[in-house]
């Protein structure tokens, strides 16, 4: 399996930029996708392919990254943006990171 | 507009086997390139990958739970299906289906609970 290590619970005020890693334990190409849960919610796409904006996702959003090393960069933050972010690969079957918690601080 | 809806038990006991029906409309399991995977999330926990069945009957399974799964699907009545055998409390999650497209999961169905309970 292909292991995803993301960075733990981060905490942020509005208007910050915060960024969330994601590093696989090999490579993924680009195959990387990123969402957002929000409690009670289903998943939500926003970044698919390491750095594509998914339908309807607003411009603050962003990622990058190939191979290994992957970041989810939220800038700026909101207060409506507080959720948890996973990390995706597709290109070894299929694993989920565990999951990055925003906070406000 | 694309829209996917899971149904099961709710409830089982230990040993029984799981079957779960995810209803979708907006898209054709016909089409290709078009796929439906199956994700579960126990409470308070990350995603877990299940499965995946494709437009042209390719199946991919989580390895770690390969030899209790089995997917299936229905193209005619727009519905995917997944049996999970020998259930334990282990199972217990929500369930979602998904659609895959643009290489990721683009669309996630509301999910359904299931307990495994005696």
């Known amino acids: 399996d292909t292991v995803l290590t993301q960075s733990p619970a981060l905490a942020v005020s509005p208007g910050e930029r915060v960024t969330i890693s994601c590093r696989a334990s090999?490579?993924?190409?680009?195959?990387m996708h990123w969402y957002q849960q929000k409690p009670g919610q289903q998943p939500k796409l926003l970044i698919y392919?390491?750095?594509n904006l998914a339908s309807g996702v607003p411009a603050r959003f962003s990622g990058s990254g190939s191979g290994t090393d992957f970041t989810f960069t939220i800038d700026p933050v909101e207060a409506d943006d507080i959720a948890t972010y996973y990390c995706?690969?597709?290109?070894?079957?299929?694993?989920f990171g565990a999951g990055t918690k925003l906070e406000l601080k | 507009q694309v829209t996917l809806k899971e149904s099961g038990p709710g409830i089982l006991q230990p040993s029984q086997t799981l079957s779960l029906t995810c209803s979708f409309s907006?898209?054709?399991?016909?089409?290709?390139?078009?796929?439906v995977s199956w994700i579960r999330q126990p409470s308070g926990k990350g995603l877990e990958w299940l499965a995946t069945?494709?437009?042209?009957?390719?199946?991919g399974y989580n390895p770690s739970l390969k030899n209790r799964l089995t997917i299936s699907k229905d193209t005619s009545n727009n519905q995917a299906f997944l049996k999970i055998t020998s259930v334990d409390t282990a199972d217990t999650a929500i369930y979602y289906c998904?659609?895959?497209?643009?290489?990721?999961?683009?669309?996630w169905g509301q999910g359904v609970m299931v307990t495994v309970s005696s």
């Open positions: 069945i494709c437009w042209e009957d390719s199946k």
């Open positions: 090999e490579s993924v190409s680009t195959l």
């Open positions: 907006g898209f054709s399991l016909s089409t290709s390139g078009i796929c």
């Open positions: 998904a659609r895959r497209g643009l290489g990721a999961i683009d669309y």
């Open positions: 995706h690969q597709s290109w070894n079957s299929d694993t």
């Open positions: 392919k390491a750095s």
